[in-house]
């Protein structure tokens, strides 16, 4: 336990049904620089009961192990708890859980160092990880600020592909031989998608291995790439100080809710609050109760069924009927748009992509 | 040699996100399915139950739906209702799977 006043010591738990790996990571995770406390659980489901009764910064968790893989442990984990940083250990070269684990949300995928080289590699990540304030930067295989990532890649002269994703919205860099080629973001493309993303304050980032054969629809230079998004971002920041101080008075905004309930096709928006049945309703509709218990145990059952099978997390269930059209997001408690059933599931899907942008605002 | 390889215990295997389609009747049981045989049958009654419960429960929400869509970040699920059974479409996603144009 941590003795009384040591209260920075940070917490590893480490996971694998190899009692003999437990042992040689907890020797080797001792020469961590912080000196983090590391407890061990053999099982999936034992580590979950400790991050229930105790407190943790990260996880290191085997991806093979019985009963419940890793994909599964890490799947609740990062639906159960977001600020705990995480890490998947794996003796697998594969790309395919390589990409699952990625799209979990995990801050690293590493395969089992097996040299010394690779074990200091590796203490180097951890101890980076476990030095990381949570609310700020991008989240990758290390917390910095997006203009930062761009930067590295550029000047290390890199070939990639960053894909990067804030709440609803994700967008994609090409960056071939240290240049910004290209880049889109929802309908955006090329430079007005590339300011775009670097607008965004926080989200995820993964480098995606580099694409030789995207045409170049950039034409600026990186440098010149990041002075314009960073005036954009001082732009943006004075008219938003300027905001509703035009004409002597402030203009009220509309509530996220009243600017949802607007988009074209909506009929209604139902948002579930924490506890067994409250809700909120904008626009009519005439069974909320009802509506707001199959929301609600809908996203339980599909939390549930993607635990099960480790497909990551859950981003959003569509629901096409004769009547009327829905679509649930696991936002706060749950929240669930319906729309007339005359608008196509691919305008469904971009309004709906509004609709949430509004919401995470 | 032999002998020790049957002693052996089995590694644990991790389980790929399948590729395919399956028939379900109103009972859930399995009719037709191009599901690889290696994907477990407890995972395929785990999400056809999943997926009958919640085309039921919508009709009980007053919302019949015709098609549910299960958007994970690793997997989509598509269930198209059948009589009170369903036809399921499993497509996972990855990093490096051809994407729109």
Known sequence: MTPEGQTTRHRILLVDDDPSLLELYRQ??????????????NSGSRALAMLEAERFRLLICDLKMPKMDGLQVLSIVRRKYPELRTVALTAIPDEEFRSRVYSLGVDLFWHKPSTQQETEMFLECLESLLGQEVDNGFRGVQSKSLVDIVQLECLSQSSSVLRIANGSLSGKIWIQDGEVVDA????????????????????????????????????????????????????????????????????????????????????????????ESGHEVARGLENPERMAAWTRQSLQHFHTLGDQLGAGRLEQIEGLGPQRNVTVAPRDAGLCVGWVHTVKPGEMRDRMKKALEVWDC | MGLLSFLKKPAPRLVSLPSGSLTVDRTGAVLASTLPSSFPNEMVNAIVQHVLWAFRGATEAQLPLAELVINYSSLKITARELRGGAMLFLNPKTSHAPGKK
């Open chain 1, 28 to 41: 080797i995770f001792a020469q961590l620089p912080s000196s983090p406390e590391i407890l061990t659980a």
């Open chain 1, 184 to 275: 889109e973001a929802g309908e955006l493309a090329a430079e007005a998608a590339f300011l775009k993303i670097l607008s965004w304050r926080a989200g995820t980032f993964e480098t995606l291995p580099a694409d030789p054969a995207r045409q170049r629809a950039i034409f600026k230079s990186y440098n010149g790439l990041l002075l314009e998004s960073a005036q954009a971002m001082d732009e943006a920041r004075g008219e938003a100080a300027n905001n509703g101080h035009t004409n002597g008075a402030p203009a009220a905004p509309l509530s996220p809710f009243a600017q949802m309930s607007q988009i074209e096709g909506v009929e209604f928006v139902l948002a579930l609050k924490d506890g």
